[in-house]
């Protein structure tokens, strides 16, 4: 019984592995339009994995996990203008944007983390846009302007950039895979059941929901800086919900906290909303919100939960993560 439920993880983390490899190919030798492509599909399958780290494990809903892109992002822009040598790794901004990001999560999970349900979610709310109203008005930080530090950084090489962000990919998938087996993921998964009966059954609810809250933060705000380095600046727009609501249909799509779920939904999502783009621009999101309305109804659990109902259907002994 053991050995089956191993070999159900392993086979979606070596999926998931072979993915991340055929992009990173794809990505880094084709051409440059491609590559682009790749690059924002990739953000936000890092992004999607990183609130799955706490919202699909906890079933805490957080639609202020974008602050931690901006956070990483402004991390970034500071670092570079504060060494401000071209000749320095910018690899260090982006790892810099992370570790800010997650302690700023630890700093802000130890309050609202109390609360629970809606209350939580409308707090996360109420978070982002109170981080975005300091940031504009900070004159150190350009206020509505931003950070340029163009001529601080090494001049734009989108495949060099590609590379920053497959690592990162790499790290938020090895990451939730070390998550989803051991100890600390099973407490999360519990919390996610019933929170009182895992404080009961002796789970520290706290310590596990800031700790999975503060890693989400560290790959949210790394996607960031590379995002800085790729402009070379650091913008307010940053900070956008938008993008928040971008995870969480991500996530929805392929499934909450599932392994293959945020990868599934990325790719769907991103591929589709770009199709839709192109082919209806003043009507896409009308329309992808009609569909996606339809598959939430018909498949709650996403098209992991689909997939594994098939399985079942046929007699599969086999369950997918």
Do not use: W
Not at 121 to 136: D, Q, R, S
Not at 195 to 212: C, F, H, P, R
Request: charged fraction near 10%; hydrophobic fraction near 55%.
């Amino acid at each position: 019984m053991a050995f089956k439920k191993e070999h159900k993880y392993t086979n979606s983390f070596s999926l998931c592995l072979a993915f991340a490899v055929g992009i990173g190919v794809i990505g880094l030798f084709s051409e440059a339009a491609t590559t682009a492509y790749c690059y924002a599909m990739i953000e936000l399958m890092i992004l999607a994995y990183s609130l799955n780290i706490f919202t699909g494990l906890s079933g805490y809903i957080n639609f202020g996990h974008i602050i931690f892109y901006g956070i990483g992002a402004y991390t970034a822009a500071v670092s570079a203008s504060i060494i401000a040598s071209p000749y320095v790794n910018p690899f260090i901004y982006v790892i810099a944007g992370g570790a800010f990001a997650s302690l700023c999560a630890l700093a802000l999970g130890f309050p609202i983390l109390r609360l629970r349900g809606d209350y939580f979610a409308i707090a996360t709310l109420g978070v982002n846009e109170a981080v975005k109203v300091i940031i504009i008005n900070t004159k150190s930080l350009g206020e509505g302007r931003g950070i340029s530090i163009f001529g601080l950084v090494p001049a734009y090489d989108i495949k060099g950039l590609y590379i920053f962000l497959l690592t990162i990919l790499f790290a938020v998938i090895i990451t939730s895979y070390i998550i989803f087996k051991s100890k600390f993921g099973y407490g999360l998964r519990a919390i996610k059941a019933d929170e009182d009966v895992a404080e009961v059954m002796g789970v520290n609810t706290t310590k596990y929901k800031i700790l999975s809250y503060a890693i989400g933060a560290f790959f949210a705000g790394s996607a960031g800086g590379v995002l800085t380095l790729l402009y070379a600046y650091a913008f307010p727009e940053y900070f956008f919900i938008g993008r928040t609501v971008d995870m969480l249909i991500a996530l929805v799509l392929g499934g909450f906290g599932t392994m293959l779920g945020p990868l599934i939904g990325s790719v769907i999502y991103y591929m589709v909303k770009d199709a839709l783009l192109i082919r209806f621009p003043f009507y896409h999101q009308v329309i992808f919100g009609v569909v996606l309305i339809a598959l939430v109804r018909s498949f709650p659990a996403g098209i992991v939960g689909l997939i594994n109902r098939l399985l079942l259907k046929r007699g599969r002994g086999v369950r997918v993560e």
